[in-house]
């Protein structure tokens, strides 16, 4: 068996209604997949986190290291595209390309062995996981207060667990809305907060002691990724949790975010740091150090169940009888994308979402959907 196409889509929906959080705003969605298929006819799907066009090139610089190999071989073919990208980028984009590529050979596999993702790569530690909503972003017009107000109260009513909220307007309307949020939902849902790397130590300091009587589940990237020290110094400031990773690649960065003690919450993306092999990698270094992981998962429902088989197979720590649940971020912003592309549609019941136990990543893509959002036409 052996890899004869490799193909990339750039999928781009412009949305309803633009949102914002503290860094800039979204008005379109647009993200790279890629389809690999084998000369049997069998073919995996992967996606890439971050601009799409650019995942869309890396992935055709590394697609001639693809072609004729064996898929079953995707660790080898994980370090030939690493070995392929070292001289020009360590971090950053290109280890979003080879998440996509990877992600899908790991799909391809499961599908060759009939087996989910999951159980490939060592087995499934629970067979659901609890979903938190990320949403409450910030949006233009007055009364955002009351829109924030209404939106977590409609993930209450949903039945979520647990929500997650943007702050980084300014300390002052970040604690208001905080506030106004918990007051809300109460407080027996988890509330968590992320400022995307909005504040400087002294701002992130004071927002934290300001919002601690709200029991926030964590503080997400609450300063710049670059500055390892401000994250291990605001951990001895607050008794939040602080939560980072999501702009972290490949294990060498996760080391130094795990060396330096910089968080209690580990978020690596699987479709930006390094796909489901890496991730596994970043795993046990985390692991080795007791740090909690809980995955960044933003796109389409193939990056969705990438995370999923990535959780399920996530060792319990610490290892106890009856282990706490794993979260997992589910995206509740307008995507036609997300809600279209992949079969069956993510369900939700009773606050838990199923380990999928279909072969691969337990998903179809539906190719009418790739052609109604995609610039390249399918064959």
């Known amino acids: 068996m052996k890899i004869i196409q490799v193909e990339t889509f750039v999928l781009s929906n412009q949305l309803k209604e633009a949102f914002s959080f503290s ?19 069998v073919c995996g799907w992967g996606e890439g986190y971050g601009p799409a066009d650019v995942i ?10 693809l072609m004729n190999q064996n898929p079953l071989e995707n660790e080898t073919l994980w370090f030939h595209m690493y070995r392929k990208t070292l001289d020009f980028a360590r971090r950053g984009v290109l280890a979003a390309s080879i998440s ?28 659901k996981v609890v979903p938190y909503a990320t949403g409450l972003y910030f949006s233009e017009g007055n009364n955002l207060k009351a829109k924030l107000v209404e939106e977590a109260k409609l993930y209450v009513k949903q039945g979520f667990k647990a929500i997650k909220m943007k702050v ?3 300390i002052a309307e970040d604690i208001e809305l905080v506030k106004a949020v918990r007051e809300a939902i109460g407080n027996d849902i988890k509330l968590m907060v992320d400022s995307n790397h909005a504040y400087a130590l002294r701002e992130a300091t004071e927002l934290s002691r300001a919002i601690e009587p709200y029991n926030i589940g964590w503080f997400e990237e609450p300063v710049s990724p670059e500055y390892y020290h401000q994250y291990r110094e605001l951990r001895t400031k607050t008794t939040i949790p602080i939560a980072g990773g999501e702009c972290e690649y490949l294990r060498y960065g ?19 740091a390094g ?11 985390a692991n080795t150090r007791g740090v909690e992981i809980i995955p960044h998962v933003w796109g389409s429902g193939i990056a969705f169940h990438a995370a999923l088989h990535f959780i399920a197979n996530i060792e319990p720590l610490p290892g106890r009888l009856h282990p706490p649940e794993i979260y997992i971020e589910y995206d509740r912003t307008e995507n036609k994308i ?19 136990q279909r072969s691969g990543l337990g998903i179809e893509v ?9 610039t390249k036409i399918l064959v």
């Open 23 to 41: 860094q800039w705003s979204y008005s379109e969605r647009r993200i790279c997949i890629v389809k690999i298929t084998t000369d049997t006819g």
């Open 56 to 65: 869309k090139a890396g992935i055709e610089l590394v697609k001639p290291v």
């Open 100 to 127: 996509a590529v990877d992600v899908a050979l790991w799909d391809l596999k499961g599908k060759i062995l009939d087996l989910p993702v999951s159980v490939l790569m060592g087995g499934q530690h629970r067979k």
């Open 168 to 170: 980084g307007l300014s």
């Open 254 to 272: 996760f080391q130094t975010l795990l060396e330096n003690d910089c968080v209690d919450i580990l978020q690596v993306d699987i479709c930006g």
């Open 275 to 285: 796909g489901l092999s890496e991730a596994k990698r970043i795993a046990t270094l």
């Open 338 to 356: 997300r809600e279209t592309l992949t079969q069956p549609s993510i369900e939700m019941k009773n606050g838990f979402i199923n380990i999928p």
């Open 366 to 374: 539906n190719e009418d959907v790739v052609r109604d959002f995609s």
